[in-house]
């Protein structure tokens, strides 16, 4: 693994928030969750953070629909929600599957949304509790399609769509799934083993390589399609959460975060921003 390379900068316009999470990068701008400030934010290159939508019980994974609707998880409520631009209506109730807060989701170019949830009360000191990722269709109808997996986060598609990889933060590792054309998960198994890193949100490059976001490391590190952690990059004294690849060339790391987790202190502190390097041609 390389030495610690380039250390991320606070994005001007993107700071001040409480807990941002799930970066999208869509039409020309970063979209993200601010969790515990119930909001959807979306912010395009020189311009300041402009609030798109508010969601009760705390927004999460973020998507949108072939015909450029915005879908997104409501952890609280455990709702899958769809807003055209002036109306929020809900495609899926996701309670009878997830027992704790569902969390991230990833949605294909078919509106197919992958969604996993922590699978137990983790702000009340539950206990960790195996859960299992669902599939909601464009018509509603939600498919429990993979194994057992422990605190499914972020996630990402890689090998022109025919692999799933999903972060599971307290197994430390990254799991991937064979996805075959009509949605199906397969063929479970371990990318690649983090061993003391906990992976949060994850984004994939162009080589198949993918990029997670690590809390405890203070860092977002890249992993190469054999498993092998090949560049990292430093935050400093923020915890990073979530991370996602955008602008205009598709070079800058965009990173979601805070100085703290925990929501007592994020609403008071708002000290959550959004952070980002751009990668040179060695790393992209």
């Known amino acids: 693994m390389t030495a610690d390379g380039p250390r991320a900068g606070l994005i001007p316009g993107a700071e001040g928030l409480t807990f941002p999470e799930c970066p999208r990068w869509y039409n020309g701008a970063l979209w993200f969750s601010d969790q515990h400030a119930g909001t959807v934010f979306r912010i395009a290159p020189g311009q ?26 409501s952890m609280l409520n ?19 599957y997830h027992r704790g807060p569902s969390n991230d989701m990833l949605v294909d170019d078919a509106g197919r949304a992958y969604i996993g949830d922590i699978g137990f009360d983790y702000y009340e000191g ?8 669902i599939r909601v269709d464009p018509n509603g109808e939600v498919q429990v399609v993979s194994g057992d997996v422990l ?11 025919t692999r799933l990889i999903v972060a599971e ?17 397969s063929d479970q198994q371990v990318f690649a083993d983090l061993g003391r890193r906990v992976p949060d949100g994850i984004c994939a490059d162009p080589t198949g390589a993918v990029w997670f976001a690590s809390p405890n490391s203070n860092a ?36 979601c975060a805070s100085t703290s987790v925990a929501p007592t202190d994020t609403d008071t502190a708002r000290s959550g921003a959004i952070l980002a390097v751009e990668l040179d041609d060695a790393i992209a």
């Open 126 to 133: 539950g206990s960790p509790t195996p859960t299992k990722l």
């Open 151 to 161: 605190v499914p986060n972020g996630m990402a598609l890689i090998e022109g769509g």
């Open 78 to 96: 455990r709702k899958l929600l769809r807003y055209d631009g002036q109306t929020t209506t809900t495609v899926a109730d996701l309670s009878p």
């Open 48 to 73: 300041r953070a402009e609030p798109v939508l508010e969601v009760a019980g705390q927004p999460s994974g973020l998507g949108w629909t072939p015909d450029g609707d915005l879908l997104v998880v």
């Open 169 to 185: 933060s307290l197994a430390r590792r990254l799991t991937s799934f064979r996805r075959d054309p009509d949605g199906t998960l």
């Open 220 to 255: 977002v590190v890249r992993v190469d399609r054999s498993g092998d952690q090949t560049h990292v990059i430093g935050t400093g004294s923020w915890y990073p959460t979530a991370c996602e690849l955008g602008g205009p060339d598709g070079r800058t790391l965009y990173i």
